[in-house]
Structure formats: structure tokens, C-alpha cells
């Protein structure tokens, strides 16, 4: 089994920055792809953004794109999502996955998620 815990939600200013954090624990494989997903309250889950194991790949959705970057560091088994420039539209529980495939952009692919971190941005 692995286990995803995020940290680095928060209440903040539209406008204003936050960085997301996931370390994973517990099982380990040789290769994994990591990513974000996120809920708003009375929304559809959506996917955020994803990053191959090496790091070279990285697949961000439209809404984020210039605003968010997902990174990685394999050695302390951690991805990162930094968000800049925070809309009030990006309030949402932020989740963490763990896929065996590559980069996914649907909540399938992955084997393994966390139970989330809340953000808020205040207009």
C-alpha cells in the first residue's frame, strides 16, 4: 500500500500564492507518475496537474496553465503543486494521485490518492 498525505492548504487573497505538498509512504515502485486533482463544493472533480517520474514530463489543465507548476523530488518521494496568481475559482479540496502508468489526466489512471487539502481564495 501507499500512503498520500498533503499538507500546505490554506485561506488566502485572490492574487496571493500557496505551495502544495504530497509525500508519499509506504510502497514504493521503481517508476510513478504523480499529479493533482481537485473539488470544488458542487462540482465535477478535475484534473489539475501531472508529472512524469523523471520530471521531464509535465501536463497542466488549461485553467492553471501559466499559473500552477507541478514538480517533484524522487529522493523524499514528494510532488509539489506551487499555484501563483489564485483566483477565487481555484477554492477546491486539492488531491494528491499515484499512478504505475504515465502522465493521466483522468482520476482513473492512478492507483493511489490522498484524502486532500483544502484551499480557499477570497476575492
Known amino acids: 500500500q501507499v500512503q498520500l498525505v498533503e499538507s500546505g492548504g490554506g485561506l488566502v487573497q485572490a492574487g496571493d500564492s500557496l505551495r502544495l505538498s504530497c509525500a508519499a509512504s509506504?510502497?514504493?515502485?521503481?517508476?510513478?507518475?504523480m499529479g493533482w486533482f481537485r473539488q470544488a463544493p458542487g462540482k465535477e472533480r478535475e484534473f489539475v496537474a501531472a508529472?512524469?517520474?523523471?520530471?521531464?514530463?509535465?501536463y497542466y489543465a488549461e485553467s492553471v496553465k501559466g499559473r500552477f507548476t507541478i514538480s517533484r523530488n524522487n529522493a523524499e518521494k514528494t510532488v509539489y503543486l506551487q499555484m501563483n496568481s489564485l483566483k477565487p475559482e481555484d477554492t477546491a479540496v486539492y488531491h494528491c494521485?499515484?499512478?504505475?502508468?504515465?502522465?493521466?489526466?483522468?482520476?482513473?489512471?492512478?492507483?493511489?490518492w490522498g484524502q486532500g487539502t483544502q484551499v480557499i481564495v477570497s476575492s
Open positions: 494521485v499515484l499512478g504505475q502508468g504515465g502522465i493521466a489526466t483522468v482520476w482513473a489512471a492512478y492507483d493511489y
Open positions: 509506504g510502497r514504493t515502485f521503481s517508476s510513478y507518475a
Open positions: 508529472i512524469s517520474w523523471s520530471g521531464r514530463s509535465t
